[in-house]
């Protein structure tokens, strides 16, 4: 151990600083957002690299590495859960023509592990392997409406992210939306995070009936509602529950 912390906890600092704004950086970008002296980066970064967690391109920036993506394939609720569920996302991305997503939640927000694009459909802020809020997205409602009380109230202390003029920042409001995405089955999200896009979503239940993910499908505002979405997504989500747990039982 150093003035710096342990090897292992350097190291994952150094992982954590690259992120979709920032995939490749220089050693002093590097130092930088990991908050380590260059030396030190540029001793970890050479192990990093023969391991294969990093990579540098001949521009001399640095690249996480194939070999992560590699051990990252193994995460079950990435990986497997992604396998089982991808001939009802494809499925509904052919019926629908438009955007399909699942995402699981990851603490207190929502991490994407895929998505498949429909032609002609409304672009989206999503990215496989992304992160985003739990309060804003239709994935994130239906993967919060189910979470643990403890974590709902954790994400409601706030403060609550907005992106748009109609994102619902309010606790409360919050509150009572998770209790209609109980009631009902599904999650709505109009015009949350960008102004042209209604999403709908549903939650995935593995063994026991705890829910371990959620469909969307994210459509132009205006092109159809929330209503006929509903019985697609709640059915994918059906589909792709009985998936996971016969694979799992």
Avoid: K
Avoid at 62 to 70: D, F, S, T
Avoid at 126 to 152: I, K, M, S, Y
Avoid at 197 to 202: C, D, I, K, M, N
């Amino acid at each position: 151990m150093t003035g710096t912390g342990p090897v292992l906890a350097r190291a994952l600092r150094v992982l954590g600083a690259f992120d979709a704004r920032h995939p490749a950086l220089t050693l002093s970008e590097l130092a930088r957002r990991a908050d380590l002296p260059v030396s030190t980066v540029h001793r970890m970064a050479r192990d990093l690299l023969d391991w294969g967690a990093l990579e540098r391109g001949d521009d001399g920036r640095y690249r996480v590495g194939l070999r992560l993506w590699e051990i990252g394939c193994l995460a079950p609720r990435g990986q497997g859960l992604r396998e089982r569920a991808l001939p009802f996302l494809e499925d509904l991305s052919q019926v629908t023509r438009e955007n399909v997503q699942l995402a699981v939640r990851e603490g207190t927000e929502l991490v994407f592990i895929e998505r498949i694009a429909g032609s002609g459909a409304v672009p989206v802020l999503t990215r496989v392997g992304g992160r985003f809020a739990l309060t804003a997205t239709g994935v994130g409602l239906a993967l919060l409406a189910h979470a643990p009380p403890e974590v709902q109230e954790r994400v409601l202390a706030g403060p609550l992210p907005r992106f748009t003029e109609l994102t619902v920042t309010d606790p409360d409001q919050v509150r009572r939306m998770l209790a209609h995405v109980r009631t009902r089955g599904y999650a709505v999200s109009d015009r949350q995070v960008t102004m042209d896009a209604l999403s709908v979503a549903a939650p995935v239940h593995g063994e026991g009936g705890a829910v371990v993910a959620a469909v969307s499908l994210v459509v132009r505002h205006g092109t159809t509602t929330a209503q006929a979405l509903a019985p697609l997504v709640c059915t994918s989500a059906r589909a792709i529950s009985r998936a996971v747990t016969t694979s799992y039982g």
